[in-house]
């Protein structure tokens, strides 16, 4: 089993910047077996989206939602046991709940989501 926490969120004016933690507890071998860890969003009245993934195997890099991409910059550290979101240049359309997200090969792990909101 894995437990995910997420933190960092609150209120920033646009342009501004935030960074999100998440991170992760459990038994080490859950840990160790997680191949993809994600940062999703979902703001009021729309779905989830992905925001920014990154593989385990690999050290450095990770995939972004156009919408984010050039402003975000996702991170790990120790391991799997820390994964970070730096959010840059905010806009008001990037206000939501974040969370992270750890998959191994037989299911899913969530965090209970850390609201950013972005005013003008």
């Known amino acids: 089993q894995v437990q995910l926490v997420e933190s960092g969120g609150g209120l920033v004016q646009a342009g501004g910047s935030l960074t999100l933690s998440c991170t992760a507890s459990?038994?080490?071998?859950?840990?160790?077996?997680?191949?993809?860890m994600d940062w999703y969003r979902q703001a009021p009245g729309k779905e989830r989206e992905l925001v920014a993934r990154?593989?385990?195997?690999?050290?450095?890099?990770?995939d972004y939602a156009e919408s984010v991409k050039g402003r975000f910059t996702i991170s790990r550290d120790n391991g799997n046991h820390l994964l970070y979101l730096q959010m840059n240049s905010l806009k008001p359309e990037d206000t939501a709940v974040y969370y992270c997200?750890?998959?191994?090969?037989?299911?899913?792990?969530w965090g209970q989501g850390t609201q950013v909101t972005v005013s003008v």
């Open positions: 997200l750890y998959q191994d090969s037989w299911r899913d792990y």
């Open positions: 459990g038994s080490i071998g859950s840990i160790n077996n997680i191949n993809v």
């Open positions: 990154v593989f385990a195997r690999l050290t450095t890099g990770g």
